[in-house]
């Protein structure tokens, strides 16, 4: 457990970044990419415990995380790949479910540890490096110039800062993604907004 530390921190991150964007998933798959400092299964209890935190009447933690999610009827699978192309290692959770009456849909995020430091490395299939902590704002678009300008505008005029961000593209003039870290969680009025710019495809607040 001390070995893996950073990564029971990076794994609860994930599930509650998770629950935000897809609540209500019945199957949760959990890839590790390279090698690990010690075996990462309980990464996959503390990424369970993230994603039912704030969703049961027991408060999840490492030791009934599982016999929760059983019980919420939630399928775990463990994948495990000994090369990890772009770090030394890589933890990706990929999500699948939707509310009753909704076509399904699948959400993933990955992240990393760089010394005892959790960091996201993927959003949907976009590579992104961020500090995954506070209030993140992830934002979808085309890949052309403005887009971050006309939202950093309108952050400005609401005087919400922005802490950090990261940028992601599949490829140039294609989709891209961008995350801000925000001192200050947008209101769903703000985010609403934030929605009806002609530049943004889509946008998500999520707490970290």
Do not use: C
Not at 44 to 49: C, F, G, R
Not at 173 to 184: I, N, S, V, Y
Not at 191 to 204: F, G, P
Request: no cysteine; aromatic share 4%.
């Amino acid at each position: 457990m001390e070995a893996l530390g950073g990564y029971l921190k990076l794994g609860d991150k994930l599930g509650r970044i998770l629950a935000q964007l897809l609540p209500g998933a019945h199957d949760v798959e959990v890839t590790f990419r390279g090698e690990f400092p010690a075996d990462p299964a309980p990464v996959v209890t503390s990424v369970l415990v993230g994603y039912l935190s704030g969703s049961t009447d027991e408060t999840p933690n490492m030791i009934n995380a599982r016999a929760l999610a059983r019980e919420r009827g939630v399928n775990i699978a463990i994948r495990e790949q000994a090369d990890s192309p772009d770090y030394q290692t890589e933890v990706i959770v990929k999500i699948t479910g939707g509310q009753a009456g909704e076509k399904e849909r699948t959400r993933t995020v990955g992240g990393t540890v760089f010394g005892k430091n959790p960091r996201l490395t993927r959003l949907r299939d976009f590579r992104v490096e961020l500090e995954p902590e506070g209030n993140i704002l992830i934002a979808s678009n085309q890949d052309k110039p403005g887009a971050v300008a006309k939202l950093s505008t309108l952050l400005g005029t609401w005087g919400v800062n922005i802490a950090g961000m990261a940028l992601g593209r599949a490829e140039k003039g294609g989709q891209a993604l961008f995350t801000l870290t925000l001192d200050d969680a947008l209101t769903p009025a703000q985010l609403a907004q934030v929605r009806e710019l002609d530049v943004i495809d889509s946008a998500y607040m999520v707490r970290a």
